[in-house]
């Protein structure tokens, strides 16, 4: 899969080298897949297998790293990861609070090496998380390094939210608890550093913004020409994100349905990754979405940002309903890029891009007939509908750019470390 934080962090990385600075974008667990260039380490740190043998053979750890370092290979794991390596948090609180503890449990060995390279190779001013899930190593890592550490939050909480109860509590204090080692925290809206400012119990003067933002190449930023689609052309509602029920596509289907019994057809295609987990998700999906016959298109996960944004410029209108406060919604922005207006619940992150852009119109979460009320004002109205992906096509290009992220995340940096040496 392509995952948002992934690229957002890749799309930061990439900007802030343009800009003359020197950036390490190290890999963990896994390494990253992105769709423009990648900027990453080679080498993972933390690699997924080797974590979970540490935690689930006793003796794992004791092995000396020589045996064992062949695990963290990237084509390894990419081998682990398409066999389905394990990702449904319900399942993972043994091995996630294992993680949190990684100073003093049987995994210091992987945290160690993630160390010595930070401290001993990069030798870096400023060090970026990009979730607190890694946050286990804080406690070894503030023994070894004086300097600035950040956290970047990107969604922490809907990870820890699916643990079954009795390692969720857990879990989240121990967050909390090496959270509070950290100099700043950074989020993409002000809806989840408040959210997470509580969710964590951690002081909101600890909190700095940078806009959420995509990297769009030349070819790709040229104004969208809105024209009159042939009468026999029906208009295209969009969807592009995991196929997952917790990201909406479901009741997307449900909504145009609603369109369709009051005499609106409309054609509904839907793209994104489809992990193993949730086959049967999709079968429902294409069970209920049968009265559109043809009309209903499921386009796969493309390889590259090209052909994800020209899937993207064909819809009319696009809408991802999420049950879920999104903390980012990416996949927002790049519609919006295309000149394609958004329809989407008045929660998370979704009010505060819509707001930044004027790029589409908010419904009631949950609420299905809201939903296929706001997409119908939509379908009516493509005057209105063509001035709202005009306006956010141009706000995405002003506002969100990875550039102007990555030059307000550097002043983020200097100004921190300039105060912190009393400068």
Not at 70 to 97: F, K, M, Q, V, Y
Not at 157 to 177: C, G, T, W
Not at 315 to 332: M, N, Q, R, T
Request: net charge negative; with cysteine; proline share 5%.
């Amino acid at each position: 899969m392509f995952c948002g934080s992934c690229m957002q962090d890749n799309s930061l990385a990439v900007a802030l080298i343009d800009q003359g600075n020197e950036v390490s974008l190290i890999p963990t667990y896994t390494p990253i897949r992105v769709d423009q260039q990648n900027v990453s380490d080679e080498k993972v740190y933390l690699g997924g297998v080797n974590l979970y043998l540490d935690h689930a053979i006793p003796f794992w750890h004791r092995l000396p790293r020589a045996l064992v370092s062949w695990l963290d290979h990237p084509r390894i794991l990419r081998i682990a990861s398409s066999l389905g390596i394990e990702n449904d948090a319900s399942r993972l609180g043994p091995l996630t609070l294992s993680m949190l503890q990684g100073g003093v449990d049987s995994m210091r060995r992987e945290y160690q090496q993630l160390i010595d390279h930070l401290v001993k190779e990069v030798k870096p001013d400023v060090i970026i998380f990009s979730n607190a899930l890694l946050s286990g190593v804080m406690p070894l890592l503030r023994e070894q390094f004086a300097g600035s550490v950040f956290c970047l939050l990107q969604g922490d909480d809907l990870f820890l939210d699916q643990l079954v109860e009795k390692y969720r509590q857990q879990a989240i204090e121990a967050v909390s608890n090496h959270a509070k080692s950290f100099d700043l925290i950074i989020t993409h809206t002000k809806f989840y550093a408040d959210y997470m400012s509580e969710y964590l119990s951690i002081d909101r003067k600890l909190f700095r913004q940078i806009p959420l933002s995509i990297d769009l190449p030349e070819e790709l930023r040229a104004p969208r020409e809105y024209s009159i689609k042939e009468t026999s052309a029906l208009p295209r509602i969009g969807y592009f994100a995991r196929i997952a029920p917790e990201k909406g596509l479901l009741y997307l289907v449900r909504a145009v349905k609603q369109l369709h019994e009051s005499g609106i057809e409309v054609e509904l295609h839907a793209g994104g990754y489809l992990g193993k987990a949730h086959h049967g998700y999709m079968k429902q999906v294409e069970k209920e979405s049968a009265f559109l016959g043809n009309r209903f298109r499921y386009i796969g996960g493309p390889d590259s940002q090209k052909e994800k944004l020209e899937f993207m410029r064909s819809l009319d209108i696009f809408s991802v309903p999420a049950l879920f406060h999104e903390p980012k919604g990416l996949y927002l922005l790049e519609a919006m890029s295309q000149g394609i207006p958004v329809a989407q619940p008045a929660h998370g992150s979704y009010p505060e891009l819509i707001e930044s852009t004027g790029g589409g119109l908010l419904f009631e979460p949950g609420n299905i007939e809201d939903h296929a009320r706001i997409l119908k004002q939509l379908l009516e109205f493509p005057e209105q509908r063509n001035k709202m992906g005009s306006d956010a096509q141009s706000a995405v290009i002003k506002k969100h750019r990875s550039s102007y992220a990555a030059q307000r995340l550097h002043e983020i940096c200097k100004d921190f470390t300039k105060a912190s040496r009393g400068c």
